[in-house]
């Protein structure tokens, strides 16, 4: 079955930067685009950006243009998403989310979520 | 780019009622939308794709409709384990922006 493990709770001071990793089972790495989703404590669900697994390729969200870096490990079937210059802003929960063949596809499996907490 | 507008933001409603959640997007989407439920403390699922394409194992109280700019998602008859934020979502282009959500609650 398919599967998305994430590595566990983070706590960042104000400046610092975070990566979060998502492994991944179940299915052909290569095949269906990553996404990155965040979601603030008592708010809504933020897109962040794709991930091509297969070549690498990224698109994000022009609010976190210069700040994020989505990068993948095919040898270990994992992506990974790296935010920078944190700020209390960046506290939330960031999901990776498992989208289709195509680029332009729903999120059909979830990752368990990762908190950070970004915190002086 | 394409804003994604739910309506209403929150909604109360007795088990075993129709109900009924809006999304509307700033320009046309084709069938690009998707739903979501997710439940307090958990993580989001996919309910409903391509508007009205039910996701497998989601029960058949829960449909969807629309086209272009004008979406809807229909639970016939409310449970008590309906009880979620319900976001909806574009996927035609980047962003992938989703809508604010409604919080449905039972009354």
């Known amino acids: 079955q398919v599967q998305l493990v994430q590595s566990g709770a983070e706590v960042k001071k104000p400046g610092a930067s975070v990566k979060v990793s998502c492994k991944t089972s179940g299915y052909t790495f290569t095949t269906y685009y990553m996404h990155w989703v965040r979601q603030a404590p008592g708010q809504g669900l933020e897109w962040m950006g794709i991930?091509?697994?297969?070549?690498?390729?990224?698109t994000y969200a022009q609010k976190f243009q210069g700040r994020v870096t989505m990068t993948r490990d095919t040898s270990t079937r994992s992506v990974y998403m790296e935010l920078s210059s944190l700020t209390s802003e960046d506290t939330a929960v960031y999901y990776c989310?498992?989208?289709?063949?195509?680029?332009?596809?729903?999120?059909?499996?979830w990752g368990q979520g990762t908190r950070v907490t970004v915190s002086s | 780019d394409i804003q994604m507008t739910q309506s209403p933001s929150s909604l109360s409603a007795s088990v075993g009622d129709r109900v009924t959640i809006t999304c509307r997007a700033s320009q046309g989407i084709y069938n690009y939308l998707a739903w979501y439920q997710q439940k307090p403390g958990d993580v989001p699922k996919l309910l409903i794709y391509a508007a009205s394409t039910l996701q497998s194992g989601v029960p058949s109280r829960f449909s969807g409709s629309g086209s272009g700019t004008d979406f809807t998602l229909t639970i016939s008859s409310l449970q008590p384990e309906d009880v979620a934020t319900y976001y909806c979502?574009?996927?035609?282009?980047?962003?992938?922006?989703f809508g604010l959500g409604t919080k449905l609650e039972i009354k």
């Open positions: 989310a498992r989208a289709g063949v195509m680029v332009y596809a729903s999120f059909e499996y």
């Open positions: 979502q574009k996927y035609n282009s980047a962003p992938y922006t």
């Open positions: 991930v091509n697994p297969s070549g690498g390729s990224t």
